[in-house]
C-alpha cells in the first residue's frame, strides 16, 4: 500500500511535469542552449538559443528593454522605436495632460521627431551580458552559518566581483541572487537617460474596459503606447539634449502581418518581477488567508472613497487616475490569487508535495525537521507580517503620510549633516514636491485617512497600535471611528496645502526645520514611523532573516529530491524567457474560453458616455465598414487580445509575444484572473498571459491615428506565407 502509494504520488508529479513542459517557468537567455532549445524546436520554434541571446552577434535580447525599471519594451525599428504598454507610459502620458491638453482622453500621436516629448526620469535599459558568478559569490559560505555571518560573507564577495568588473561610464553592474540565494548572476546594463512619448491611443482604446476588465479574459483593450530612445554622440547614451538623435539599436523587431492560431509557438521575453514558486504550503496559506484578506480590505476602502469623488469631477478624475489604477490592479489580482489557490486546490497539492518530499528523505537527511522549522517560524511571524502589511498598506493609501516620509528625510539631513546638506536634498526633492500637490487633493485624502485609521486600530492587536493613536488617548469612544480626527489634523497641518508648504521650505533650514517638527500631521507621522520600526520591523525583520535562510536551504533540498522535476529561478526583475502555446482554457465547468478576441467584441462591449467602456467615433465607423487595411485575419475579422500559455508576472507588462521566427506578434500587458497565482503555483489548466495582438496595434497606429510615419520605419513581414512559398520551392 506504501509502495502504491508512493508510486502514485511520484507519476503525478512526473505526469504534472509533463503537462507543464512549455508553459512552466521563466528562463534565462543564456541558459536556453544548455536547459530548454531542444523543447522550443519541438514545440514549434525555428530560430536558434543563439539568436535569442548572443554576447558575439545583435541578437533578440538586443531588442528587450526594462523599461523605467518596472515594465518592459521592446525596440520595433531601426531608429530607436520603443513598444510597451499604454499602462506602463500611463505616468508619463498623464504628465503631459491637462484639462486643455489632455492626452489621456484623446490620445498622442507625434508626427516628427520634434513633436516627441520628454519624460525627465525615465530610463531604457539594456542588458549588455550575463555572467554565472555563483562560485565567487559562494565561497566560504556553509551551511553552519547563522543568517548575519552568512550574509556578511556573501556582501564580501559581492564587493569583491563588483570590483573585478571594468565597467563603461554608462554601464551598471546588476548582481542578483537566483533559487532563494543558490546561485548568483551579474548582469551589465547600458541605461539610456532620454525616453520621448511618440505616441499613445486614447483610453478609450488603451484602457478600455479599465479597472472592470482588468485581469479578465474576454479582453479587448489595444494597451499599447509607443516611445523612442534617444542617443547621444556615437549612439552612447546622454542626458536629454534637443541635440540628441534616435538611437540605433543592434537589433530590432519585425512585425509579423500574420498572426496566430491556437497551438502556434509563442514566447515571451522581458523583466518578470518577482514570483515565489517554492514557498512551504504554510507561507502561502498565510498569504490566501490572513495576508491578502487585509490588504484587499484596506485598498478597496480607499478605492470606494477616491471613485466616489472621481466620479463628480472631470479635474479630480485626471488627478487621481494614476493612483486609481495603481491602487486597484494589485487589489484586483489579490483577489483573482486567492481564487486560483482555491480552484486548483493548490494548498492540497502543496501538502501532498511536501508529504512526498518528506517521505524521500533518508532518516539521516538534514533536511528531516525543515518543513517543521519553517512551519513554525512562520506563525511566528504572521503577526508581525499582519501588522506591516496594515501600517505599509495605510501610509501607501493616505498620501499626506507618504509624503511626510520627504519631510522627515530633510529633518534626518539637517539634523545629521547641517545646513548645506539640507540645501542640497531640498534641490533633490523639488520635483517630488511638485509632483505631489499637482496630484493632491486634501479632502479625499484626510477621507481615506480617517477610514483607513480606523481599520488599522480595529483590526490589529493592541501593541501595533502607537499610544497617540489609541482611542483612549484621543477621547473617543470605543465605537467612534477616526473621520473627525483625520480631518481635524489635515485642518491644522500646514502640509495639506501646497503654498503653507512652500512658505516654509523658503524659510532658512533652521527655521523651516523647527517648523516641520512642530506641525501636529508631520509629529504623529514620525512618531508612527518610529514605532513601526521599533515593534513591528525589526522582530519582523529578525523572524524573517531565519526563513530566508531556510527557503535557502529549502530550496536546494527540493532540487535534490526531485530530481524529475524542472527548476528555474523565481522572477527577480531579470532579464527572462517563457515559451508555451496559444491556448484557450476552461475557467469553470461546462466554460471554455476562445483564446483570440475581435473588433466586433469591443462594439459588443460598447457603452456610449460609459467611464470604462465608451469608444471613440472614428474606431466605430472603421468598425462599421470593415476598413480595416492589411491587419485583418484570414477570416476578414480584426483580432484584438489573444492567450497562451507563457508563464509571465508583473514586470513582463509590454513584454513581445515572439513567433517561431523572433517576429513580434503581440504585446503582453495582463494575465487571466484565476491564472495569476501563477506566481505562487503556476497550474497549466489555468494560468494564461493576455496579449495584444500586432495587427490591432498597427491597425490603431496607421487606420485609426493615420499615423503612417510611425508605420513606415516598421517592418512589416509575412513569415507565415514565406515559410509556406519555401517548403513548397523545397520540394519541387
Ligand atoms: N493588470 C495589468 C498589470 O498588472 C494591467 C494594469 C493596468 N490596467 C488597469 N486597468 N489598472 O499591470
Ligand atoms: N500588467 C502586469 C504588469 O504591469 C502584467 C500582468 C501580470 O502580472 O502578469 O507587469
Redo the contacts with the bound molecule.
Keep these: 500500500m506504501q509502495i502504491n502509494l508512493r508510486f502514485f504520488v511520484l507519476s503525478i508529479f512526473v505526469l504534472t511535469s509533463g503537462i507543464c513542459i512549455g508553459g512552466e517557468g521563466m528562463w534565462l537567455p543564456q541558459l536556453l542552449k544548455l536547459l530548454n532549445e531542444k523543447e522550443m524546436k519541438s514545440m514549434g520554434m525555428k530560430i536558434t538559443a543563439e539568436d535569442i541571446y548572443s554576447i558575439n552577434k545583435g541578437s533578440l535580447k538586443d531588442a528587450i528593454v526594462h523599461f523605467g525599471g518596472f515594465?518592459t519594451s521592446e525596440i520595433i525599428s531601426p531608429n530607436g522605436l520603443l513598444l510597451t504598454n499604454h499602462?506602463?507610459g500611463y505616468g508619463q502620458i498623464q504628465s503631459h495632460s491637462s484639462v486643455e491638453n489632455n492626452l489621456i482622453k484623446h490620445g498622442f500621436w507625434a508626427k516628427s521627431y520634434k513633436e516627441e516629448l520628454p519624460n525627465p526620469g525615465l530610463t531604457a535599459i539594456f542588458i549588455d551580458y550575463i555572467d554565472d558568478v555563483t562560485q565567487k559569490a559562494l565561497a566560504g559560505v556553509n551551511d553552519k552559518m547563522t543568517p548575519s555571518e552568512r550574509q556578511s560573507a556573501i556582501d564580501k564577495n559581492l564587493a569583491e566581483i563588483r570590483k573585478s568588473y571594468e565597467l563603461k561610464s554608462y554601464q551598471n553592474l546588476i548582481l542578483r541572487p537566483f533559487f532563494d540565494g543558490n546561485q548568483y548572476f551579474a548582469f551589465v546594463t547600458t541605461t539610456y537617460k532620454d525616453v520621448r512619448l511618440v505616441g499613445a491611443p486614447p483610453e478609450s482604446i488603451g484602457k478600455f474596459g479599465a479597472d472592470t476588465d482588468n485581469w479578465v479574459w474576454p479582453r479587448h483593450t489595444g494597451d499599447f503606447a509607443l516611445f523612442r530612445i534617444y542617443a547621444g554622440p556615437n549612439n552612447e547614451p546622454a542626458d536629454y539634449s534637443p541635440d540628441n538623435v534616435p538611437y540605433k539599436p543592434k537589433h530590432y523587431l519585425p512585425i509579423s502581418l500574420d498572426g496566430v492560431e491556437e497551438n502556434d509557438f509563442t514566447m515571451v521575453f522581458g523583466f518578470p518581477g518577482r514570483t515565489q514558486q517554492y514557498l512551504p504550503g504554510s507561507a502561502v496559506k498565510q498569504i490566501v488567508e490572513v495576508l491578502n484578506p487585509a490588504k484587499i480590505k484596506i485598498r478597496e476602502t480607499a478605492l470606494n472613497i477616491m471613485d466616489k469623488y472621481m466620479r463628480k469631477d472631470e479635474a479630480t478624475k485626471i488627478k487621481y487616475a494614476s493612483k486609481y489604477a495603481s491602487i486597484a490592479n494589485a487589489w484586483k489580482k489579490w483577489i483573482g490569487e486567492n481564487l486560483g489557490i482555491k480552484q486548483t486546490h493548490a494548498l492540497k497539492k502543496k501538502a501532498d508535495y511536501e508529504a512526498e518530499f518528506q517521505k524521500r528523505l533518508s532518516p539521516d537527511s538534514p533536511y528531516k525537521s525543515l518543513l517543521e522549522e519553517m512551519n513554525t517560524l512562520y506563525k511566528d511571524i504572521e503577526p508581525y507580517a499582519l501588522a506591516r502589511d496594515y501600517y505599509g498598506e495605510t501610509t501607501r493609501n493616505v498620501e499626506l503620510l507618504d509624503f511626510m516620509s520627504t519631510l522627515r528625510r530633510l529633518v534626518n539631513t539637517y539634523e545629521n549633516n547641517g545646513a548645506d546638506a539640507y540645501q542640497k536634498m531640498l534641490k533633490q526633492s523639488e520635483e517630488g514636491i511638485a509632483e505631489f500637490y499637482k496630484d493632491f487633493d486634501s479632502k479625499i485624502d484626510s477621507e481615506k485617512f480617517g477610514s483607513l485609521l480606523t481599520l488599522y486600530v480595529d483590526n490589529l492587536d493592541e501593541r501595533f497600535v502607537p499610544l497617540l493613536l489609541r482611542r483612549s488617548s484621543l477621547g473617543m469612544s470605543a465605537s467612534e471611528d477616526f473621520s473627525k480626527i483625520a480631518e481635524s489634523m489635515y485642518m491644522q497641518s500646514d502640509f495639506s496645502e501646497e503654498m503653507a508648504t512652500r512658505k516654509i521650505l523658503a524659510k532658512t533650514p533652521a527655521e523651516a526645520v523647527a517648523l516641520i517638527k512642530s506641525d501636529p500631521f508631520y509629529s504623529l507621522a514620525a512618531v508612527w514611523a518610529d514605532f513601526y520600526n521599533k515593534e513591528i520591523s525589526v522582530p519582523y525583520n529578525n523572524i524573517k532573516k531565519e526563513i530566508d535562510l531556510k527557503q535557502a536551504l529549502y530550496t536546494r533540498a527540493q532540487m535534490e529530491v526531485f530530481k524529475e522535476k524542472r527548476f528555474y529561478p523565481d522572477a527577480n526583475s531579470t532579464m527572462r524567457v517563457t515559451y508555451g502555446k496559444v491556448n484557450g482554457y476552461k475557467p469553470r465547468d461546462a466554460v471554455y474560453y476562445q483564446p483570440v478576441t475581435y473588433l466586433d467584441g469591443v462594439l459588443e462591449k460598447y457603452v456610449p458616455g460609459d467611464y470604462e467602456f465608451d469608444l471613440p467615433s472614428k474606431l466605430i465607423e472603421l468598425h462599421e465598414k470593415k476598413d480595416y487595411g492589411r491587419y485583418a485575419d484570414k477570416t476578414g475579422k480584426l483580432p484584438v487580445c489573444f492567450i497562451g500559455s507563457n508563464h509571465?508576472?508583473?514586470?513582463?507588462?509590454g513584454s513581445p509575444a515572439i513567433d517561431a521566427y523572433g517576429n513580434l506578434i503581440g504585446l503582453n500587458?495582463?494575465?487571466v484572473w484565476e491564472g495569476?497565482m501563477s506566481d505562487m503555483n503556476y497550474d497549466p489548466s489555468i494560468c494564461r498571459?493576455i496579449m495584444v495582438d500586432a495587427r490591432y496595434i498597427l491597425f490603431i497606429i496607421d487606420k485609426f491615428a493615420g499615423a503612417s510615419n510611425l508605420i513606415d520605419e516598421m517592418k512589416l513581414v509575412h513569415p507565415k506565407s514565406l515559410s509556406q512559398t519555401k517548403s513548397k520551392r523545397g520540394k519541387k
Design positions: 515594465c499602462h506602463c509571465t508576472t508583473g514586470g513582463n507588462s500587458f495582463d494575465r495569476t498571459n
